[in-house]
């Protein structure tokens, strides 16, 4: 155990500093604090030596150097045990330091709020890294706190041991620094390695080059894909962005491997629509998708029509809160989980019949949620490295109309529907759509005419009509013969992004048979 005697406190988040400091000075620990945090608890009534008082230096350089001084790192970095360290201390008039309360300038929100280059760099932090890295490296002497979620849990302990810490305490504290100096290091590093050589000639990189990423472990998992394999869930910092990382689950199972990648499919999906929407995931593929005004239990009872076998196990994403109605249909299939902004506390009667059903609440979902974080980027692992790219957010904004018939209104709603479904579907993919939901789907085929067989093999086993829909393929044709099998079973408009070799053809074909054909210029492939 380690008595605290004096700490040094200087953080830029100032949630809950007031009280702490009030616990720290009420326990008897002497308070050394820098500028606006100085100011802040002094004025709320607590004793604070001011920094420059302590060290006998001003704070200086546009308060670019304020904790700099042997007096400060002396006093963090003796060791406590060590009798020349002690001596050295005392002949050059350092006190000990046992306490550290600092956290950083924030850099990552600065940068993804936009900047210039100039703005950047002076919310890069020197101090408060050295600061927090001397304490932690002394941790069997010093406790240091970076993270205001941890002032509740240190004065209590104070409380209970006697204004004294504990070494597992002050261990579990210091893994916290070095976990977030990592993280800010890598901020400023991916941030910098994107500015070119000349920066006011120059535009951004959009790729640094070296990129590095740290996650923050949510929980181990009972196992990944199978059995046999380890695995565990991480998180990125979401800066208020609701995702999985962040979800609460209210209720059921522990969540698998799989029932993660699937949540996400599902959330990603039920993003993309303004109206009430509801989406059936099975093995990461959607196996049913609607949208209605209605709202979502018409939404759900239309995405479920789409294919009844394969929802069985599956599971249900929402853009809107569930209600008991909802809850009670959902409860007549077997499913894995349910994943929704909120639901209603009748919803959560209904699902407690189902203990083992693991329901998901994200929080409040928009369409700009759909990005991971700052960087924006999507990260696939390959042997010996990984694939960055940005992520595929571009939707069917600029359609050009490549037939002589044009669509309608109506297929035009059902073409944008589909186009949205198709591009979260595994490639090949081809989309049946007609009045908001999904007909048929046909998903990682190495042909896209098999995916096409195989969405017209769904829609005839659910017993829905392709005649009237519209389809939507996520890649151009390569030949005629996907157009010529959708006019055999009457689809009467196509959505597809163009740029092959035989687009001629393909829409030479589309005339033939009377079908409104669009272009997107844009292609959804998804591996």
């Not at 009534?45 to 007096?71: A, C, N, W």
């Not at 046999?228 to 209720?251: M, T």
């Not at 209605?292 to 759900?300: D, I, T, V, W």
């Not at 007549?332 to 693991?358: C, H, S, T």
Request: proline share 4%; aromatic share 6%; charged share 25%.
């Amino acid at each position: 155990m380690k008595r605290i005697r004096r700490a040094i406190i200087s953080v830029t988040d100032k949630t809950g500093i007031v009280d702490f400091a009030k616990e720290l000075s009420a326990a008897g620990v002497e308070i050394i604090s820098t500028g606006g945090t100085a100011e802040l608890i002094r004025n709320a009534g607590v004793t604070v030596i001011p920094i420059q008082s302590y060290t006998g230096f001003p704070e200086m350089l546009d308060g670019r150097l304020k904790t700099l001084h042997p007096k400060i790192h002396g006093g963090i970095l003796g060791i406590r045990d060590n009798a020349t360290h002690q001596k050295e201390m005392e002949t050059n008039g350092i006190l000990p330091i046992d306490m550290v309360v600092v956290n950083l300038y924030a850099f990552e929100d600065t940068i993804a709020k936009g900047c210039t280059l100039e703005h950047a760099i002076e919310n890069i932090d020197i101090g408060g890294p050295t600061m927090i890295r001397a304490a932690a490296k002394n941790y069997n002497d010093v406790a240091v706190v970076v993270d205001p979620a941890d002032y509740g849990r240190i004065v209590k302990e104070m409380h209970d041991k006697k204004n004294c810490l504990s070494l597992q305490t002050r261990f579990s504290l210091a893994k916290k620094v070095f976990q977030l100096t990592a993280r800010y290091d890598a901020a400023i590093s991916n941030y910098l390695g994107s500015v070119p050589e000349i920066p006011e000639a120059e535009p951004m990189k959009r790729f640094p080059e070296t990129f590095t990423v740290q996650y923050e472990k949510v929980q181990d998992l009972r196992y990944g894909e199978n059995p046999h394999q380890a695995a565990a869930f991480y998180r990125i910092r979401s800066k208020g962005i609701p995702g999985l990382g962040d979800a609460k689950q209210l209720q059921g199972k522990e969540l698998s491997f799989n029932n993660i990648l699937d949540l996400n499919a599902a959330l990603q999906i039920a993003v993309e629509f303004h109206e009430p929407a509801a989406v059936i995931i099975k093995h990461n593929n959607p196996c049913g998708t609607a949208i209605s005004k209605a709202g979502l239990l018409e939404a759900y009872k239309k995405a479920y029509a789409c294919d009844t076998v394969s929802a069985f196990g599956g599971i249900v994403g929402f853009n809107r809160p569930v209600t008991k109605e909802v809850a009670e249909i959902l409860n007549q299939i077997f499913l894995e989980a349910v994943i929704a902004p909120k639901f209603e506390k009748d919803a959560l009667d209904v699902f407690n019949a189902k203990k083992n059903l693991r329901v998901i609440e994200t929080g409040e979902i928009k369409q700009e949620h759909r990005s991971f974080g700052p960087t924006d980027l999507d990260i696939k692992r390959v042997s010996g490295g990984v694939l960055l790219q940005t992520l595929d957010l571009e939707s069917a904004s600029d359609l050009k109309t490549v037939t002589k018939r044009g669509p309608n209104e109506k297929e035009l709603e059902n073409l944008i529907f589909a186009w949205n479904v198709c591009k979260h579907v595994k490639s090949n993919a081809i989309i049946f759509a007609n009045d908001g939901r999904t007909v048929g789907v046909g998903a990682g085929q190495m042909s896209r005419i098999d995916s096409t067989r195989i969405a017209v093999l769904k829609a005839k086993d659910a017993g829905l009509e392709v005649k009237g829909s519209v389809m939507a393929s996520d890649a151009f044709f390569p030949f005629r013969d996907n157009v010529d099998m959708a006019a055999e079973h009457g689809v009467t408009a196509i959505i597809q992004p163009g740029g092959s070799i035989r687009d001629e053809e393909v829409i030479k074909a589309a005339d033939e048979h009377g079908i409104a054909m669009v272009f997107t210029g844009i292609r959804h492939f998804k591996h």
